[in-house]
């Protein structure tokens, strides 16, 4: 083998494939928070995307574990299985968990139910209220671009100002990598480590890494029930209506939330090696497919955006 040759196979020994490209990416984006913010926070819901984050975070500070919190809003219609794997995730790692619960408003008045029954857009005043209380000035989040069109105007540091609120005009250049963290008192900073990820991508990495996850990722039998296109999961959240038959199917989700409005997907995708193809071969992103919320109208996540929603 000649001198170039060499050198060529040299060059591609080094080169990083497009999953630790993504990687580096989200550790710099962690440790870049780390030294720039006094009191981060990441959210944490026992989702796959916030999985993956806490996965980026511990490699980013090891050994040392991540220097931040975790928090949680939980809607009090969240799927049991999720929450018990968030509890034993952080008691695994040793990390300090702050939940901001829907259901405490709700019995104080400060926030009222809603007639159809779902929880997430209450999930905004929890939200905004744990990042004041607790004085938290950089939030990480697990939005990605390929999830819906508002999240595909943010940048990775998105400004919020001291309402919480996000204003797309006010979106700073990221050029070259380089993130501003800047704020004035009482503004605050959401982080999103995973902006140019795609589902596809959080799978393909799940599976390199051997990532746990929630087991209703994954098909299972459960009882649900059809409403606007979706299989709802029958509960105690107000689900299923007159007239709403419960059958019992194979389902999985590709996404996690409020029951009241995230649905399941007919599917016998059994391990991730499964999902990875059912999901190669979706032409429907997992919001768009499995979460009512996000259909009330064109502009619902933009508007719930501006008001301080994730």
């Not at 060059?11 to 440790?31: K, Q």
């Not at 019992?248 to 029951?259: A, C, F, S």
């Amino acid at each position: 083998m000649d001198r170039a040759s060499v050198a060529s196979s040299a060059a591609a020994d080094l080169r990083l494939d497009h999953l630790d490209d993504l990687e580096a990416e989200s550790i710099h984006i962690f440790r870049e928070v780390a030294g720039e913010f006094e009191r981060p926070v990441l959210l944490f819901s026992g989702g796959k995307d916030s999985v993956l984050m806490l996965h980026l975070a511990v490699k980013a500070f090891a050994p040392a574990k991540p220097p931040f919190t975790l928090m949680h809003v939980d809607t009090g219609h969240n799927f049991p299985e999720v929450l018990t794997f968030r509890d034993e995730t952080v008691e695994r790692l040793g990390l300090r968990l702050v939940v901001q619960k829907v259901q405490d408003y709700i019995d104080d008045g400060r926030l009222v139910e809603r007639p159809d029954g779902t929880r997430n857009p209450l999930q905004t005043r929890p939200l905004l209220d744990g990042i004041v209380e607790h004085k938290f000035d950089a939030v990480f989040g697990g939005g990605r671009r390929d999830e819906e069109k508002a999240r595909a105007k943010e940048r990775v540091f998105s400004l919020r100002d001291s309402f919480g609120a996000w204003d797309p005009r006010r979106q700073r250049p990221e050029l070259w990598e380089l993130y501003n963290g800047r704020h004035s008192p009482g503004e605050h900073v959401r982080v999103f480590p995973l902006s140019n990820w795609t589902e596809l991508d959080v799978w393909r990495y799940i599976a390199r890494e051997q990532i746990e996850l929630p087991s209703l990722y994954y098909a299972h039998s459960r009882e649900v029930f059809r409403r606007d296109g979706m299989w709802l999961c029958a509960g105690d959240w107000g689900g299923p209506r007159e007239g709403e038959e419960v059958e019992t199917r194979t389902v999985r989700y590709r996404t996690v939330g409020d029951m009241s409005c995230t649905g399941a997907v007919d599917s016998t995708a059994g391990d991730v090696e499964a999902v990875i193809l059912e999901v190669a071969g979706s032409r429907l992103t997992e919001r768009g497919a499995t979460r009512a919320d996000d259909r009330l109208s064109e502009a619902a996540m933009e508007d719930r955006k501006k008001e301080g929603y994730f």
